[in-house]
């Protein structure tokens, strides 16, 4: 009976261990995806814009007063009435004439807005490798390079007598769906 007590440590010890191991993959290709992803930006612009300023109304007043003051001399009696009256308007008119418009003044104003900007980003790589002479393909969120780092599980199947090996890359990788070699 103490025969098969160090027999059975080694089985229990066996079975209780991972079977996984550490292989490499030599890659074929990788080909990135490129997706078009809007990115908001804002785009200001400059502008000139005028203003009209109003008059001070200083040339108006002056020249009704001295147009009045002109049509009153000038006018003799029931005329000095009607006299005064158009010296007062011509005056108005003329002094506004002369005193004219003052300069436009002139303002820069920026108007902002949001716009969609596309641009090509790389947000996956389809990755072909080799391990045993087959070939299977696999998305990965990075470029491997040269070679992938691999899991190799094996798996039970109640046809084969000896368990196959199915690689996987082990950096944060999607394993391949079916576990099956694709051939290329």
Known sequence: MKRYVPLLAVVAITVGTSVDAQEVGRVISSMPIIQQVAVPRQVCTQQQVATQQRK????????????????????????????????????????????????????????????????NRTVAYNVVYEFNGKQYNVQMPQDPGPTVRLQVTPMISSTQSAPPSVPYPAQNAIPPVGSAPQSF
């Open 56 to 119: 001070s109304g200083a040339g108006s007043a002056m020249g009704a007063i001295a147009g009045g003051v002109v049509g009153n001399a000038m006018g003799k009696g029931e005329g000095n009435a009607l006299a005064t009256a158009i010296g007062l308007i011509g005056g108005a008119i003329l002094g506004d004439k002369i005193e004219g418009a003052p300069p436009a003044e002139v303002h820069n104003v920026q108007s902002c807005s949001t716009q969609n900007f596309y641009e």
